[in-house]
């Protein structure tokens, strides 16, 4: 096997990094050590610990954060699943370029590094700030009757988000995979209804901001794609060449690079967690290696959370994208590691232990 061969599926399987079990032991110790009740910290505590078992040190943090946001268009537009038109995806492109998206705000705030990835977007992009344009399609095909990517196409994407991991400087923390593509709540809803087996109506909610029969009709859509789609969904790779779009591939990539090269992953939202359980079910060690961040207010989320063994950080309603709900959750991680890492022990600060 070469896993410098970019264009193979090959580097999907090769193993994760092993979580540090001394660290995490260590870890678990000292949490006991420091001066409040075993416990009292709640998640924060739990939070600390899986940082330093994946940073594979006793001191884990998380201030250096990098945000990658793949970009891409969805051929499935054309049956009027998005409450929003197609062109939004290039505009927001641009959008992020000159630092006026969400994402770009949230950035600035954590003090995180951000780029945007423009797998192939209806409008080119070239030339713009802090966006690398390396356009896979203009869009995906339009997945109601043909697969939505050839098989190159699937390499590639994924190859774009495993690439984007290993060229992040290596003294990354902690990474944050966006996506912007409209349509593409249609592509995660339509590889949750294969990937948990329940309906298309159970996996599809409004995305953008569908009205009720929106919804119906967007449900429709995802139910036909299925139907013709199902004798050949033997694996959930070939379910995301079939269903899925480039950014998350690209996102699905990403995260198995994390697990692989040990980088810490915060998983954002709907879409983004439908690629990460992508991820996981072609390498099942992966999940170790993603914290997810926030509870989306996609109707569907609850369901495809019960896929993952892990409850996410935050409830705050959002249903955005872009990695937004990702990086609210970053101040909630760096105070974790810094009350494991600043608090004093019983025996520093002379404090009785329980008895
Ligand atoms: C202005 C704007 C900014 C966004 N940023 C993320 N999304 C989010 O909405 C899209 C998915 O929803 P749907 O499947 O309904 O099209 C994705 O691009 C997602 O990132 C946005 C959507 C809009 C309209
Ligand atoms: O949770 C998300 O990622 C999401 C939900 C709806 C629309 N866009 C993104």
Request: charged share 15%.
């Amino acid at each position: 096997m070469n896993p410098t061969n970019i264009t193979s599926f090959e580097w999907l399987a090769l193993p994760a990094k092993a979580l540090s079990e001394d660290h995490h032991t260590q870890a678990l110790e000292r949490q006991g050590q420091l001066t409040k009740p075993v416990g009292a910290l709640g998640k924060l505590e739990a939070i600390a610990v899986q940082m330093a078992a994946m940073q594979a040190t006793d001191q884990p943090q998380a201030e250096r954060v990098h945000i990658t946001v793949f970009a891409a268009d969805h051929g499935v537009t054309a049956e009027g699943v998005s409450a929003f038109p197609q062109i939004v995806t290039t505009e927001m492109v641009k959008n992020f370029a000159r630092g006026g998206a969400a994402i770009n705000v949230a950035a600035r705030f954590l003090g995180a590094s951000l780029d945007v990835c423009n797998l192939g977007t209806i409008t080119p992009t070239e030339h713009l700030n802090g966006v690398t344009y390396q356009p896979i399609a203009a869009q995906t095909a339009n997945f109601v009757d043909q697969p939505a990517m050839t098989h190159e196409q699937l390499a590639t994407a994924l190859a774009a988000g495993r690439t984007r991991i290993q060229t992040l400087k290596p003294n990354t923390d902690l990474f944050i995979g966006g996506e912007m593509g409209i349509g593409n709540t249609t592509s995660a809803s339509a590889l949750l209804a294969y990937l948990l087996d329940i309906s298309s109506a159970d996996a599809t909610g409004p995305g953008t901001g569908l009205s009720a029969d929106g919804v119906n009709h967007k449900a429709a859509v995802i139910d036909k794609a299925l139907q013709f789609h199902r004798p050949y969904l033997e694996t959930p790779l070939e379910a995301l060449r079939r269903l899925g779009g480039f950014e998350i591939a690209a996102l699905c990539g990403a995260y198995i690079a994390c697990a692989q090269e040990g980088l810490p992953c915060l998983v954002d939202g709907f879409i983004a967690s439908v690629a990460a359980l992508v991820a996981c079910r072609i390498n099942s060690n992966v999940e170790g290696w993603l914290i997810l961040s926030h509870y989306s207010a996609e109707p569907a989320y609850g369901k495809l959370l019960s896929a993952f063994h892990q409850q996410p950080l935050l409830a705050l309603g959002m249903r955005l994208g872009e990695g937004s709900g990702a990086a609210a959750a970053v101040p909630l991680i760096r105070l974790a590691c810094q009350l494991h890492n600043q608090m004093a022990t019983f025996a520093e600060a002379a404090v009785s232990e329980s008895e």
